[in-house]
């Protein structure tokens, strides 16, 4: 079975994490819930996420400043960020969110359709990058255990970098689709920093994948990359 993606929610109150639960619940995940910044970033400790929704305006810990700590981790700074705001101060209250490393930025009241799809973007991503990091670690393993038979076992590991290989340029493929759509749907803004975050994440995969090709050496490599 595959595991579900987790999805964070962050808002101070409780009636907005209720309509955003309502909202998100087609898409079938894990929505995890936070009233505060201080207690995202507790939830950030130990679970991995798929994409953050962040209200911007929350008493204490507001949605800029809990979005500077959530980039300053190594372990978080990739998971991405939607901005979700009741204010609209312009075109430098949006920039601000973006500097603050949101990858889309939305106005309340929002279409529901829109945020669902913008959403799903995200979890179908984090799960493929799941699916791939699972099958290049035990394409890892299965070289290292036959490492030393240049038979039939390195024809199939070969096989199987090659299968890896497509999957890889397939979710490429449709990156690309993906964030040609969230530029036709977002700002500019918005779009730079999406294509930015998708980039990152396939540049990680690519390079895993290539340590695995034969004759870059040693497969300790790809461990740095995941």
Known sequence: MVQKAKILLVDDRPENLLALEA????????LVRASSGEEALKALLTDDFA?????????????????AH???????????IIFLTAINHGPHHT??????????????????WVLRAKVSVFVELYMKNCQLREQASLL????????KDAGGEAK?????LAELSARRA???EQAEALTKQLNDES???????????????????????????????????????N
Request: net charge negative; glycine share 10%; hydrophobic share 40%.
């Open 23 to 30: 909202i998100l619940s087609a898409l079938d995940q894990t």
């Open 156 to 160: 199939e590991s070969a096989g199987l």
């Open 95 to 112: 920039f601000r969110g973006y500097a603050a490393g949101a990858v889309d930025y939305i106005s309340k009241p929002f279409d529901p």
């Open 187 to 225: 700002t500019d803004a918005a779009a730079v920093a999406t294509a930015a975050h998708l980039e990152r994440k396939l540049t990680g995969l690519r390079r895993a994948l290539d340590a695995l090709e034969p004759g870059t050496g040693s497969t300790s490599s790809v461990s740095s990359q």
């Open 170 to 172: 397939a979710v490429e």
């Open 51 to 67: 994409v953050i929704l962040l209200d911007v305006q929350m008493p204490g810990m507001d949605g800029f400043e809990t979005a």
């Open 70 to 80: 959530i980039k300053r981790r190594e372990r978080t700074r990739d998971i991405p």
């Open 140 to 147: 890892r393993l299965q070289l290292e255990g036959n490492g």
